[in-house]
Nanobody, 121 residues
Framework: QVQLVESGGGLVQPGGSLRLSCVAS????????RGWYRQTTGGSQRELVA???????DYADSVRGRFTVSRDDAKNTVLFPINSLQPEDTAVYYC???????????????WGQGTQVTVSS
């Protein structure tokens, strides 16, 4: 069973920064990609970035240049510094892994519980 735990959210003023992180535990046969999503109150979940095994990344236009994803495989951690935050960035941020639990299984998505980011003066 794979578990993802996000941390680093909080209250920040406009223009500020936070450093989100996602720690993975448990066994997975293979990991296809890692990513971050966010969901606003009453809104739909939106993908912010996908990072593939070759470390190529695909950012949403809304965050490109402000948010940067990286990973530390030795610590099973995905880091997500988010900068130049604005009130519209207020949301619950979720970490997502996509992989195969076993050699014969289909791709499966694992999700963390989310971390709240609130941008307000």
């Amino acid at each position: 069973q794979v578990q993802l735990v996000e941390s680093g959210g909080g209250l920040v003023q406009p223009g500020g920064s936070l450093r989100l992180s996602c720690v993975a535990s448990g066994n997975m046969f293979s990991i296809h990609s890692r990513g971050w999503y966010r969901q606003t109150t009453g809104g739909s979940q939106r993908e912010l970035v996908a990072m593939f095994n070759d470390s190529t990344t695909d950012y949403a236009d809304s965050v490109r240049g402000r948010f940067t994803v990286s990973r530390d495989d030795a610590k099973n951690t995905v880091l997500f510094p988010i900068n130049s935050l604005q009130p519209e960035d207020t949301a619950v941020y979720y970490c997502r892994y996509e992989g195969r639990p076993s050699a014969r299984s289909a791709l499966f998505r694992y999700w963390g519980q989310g971390t709240q980011v609130t941008v307000s003066s």
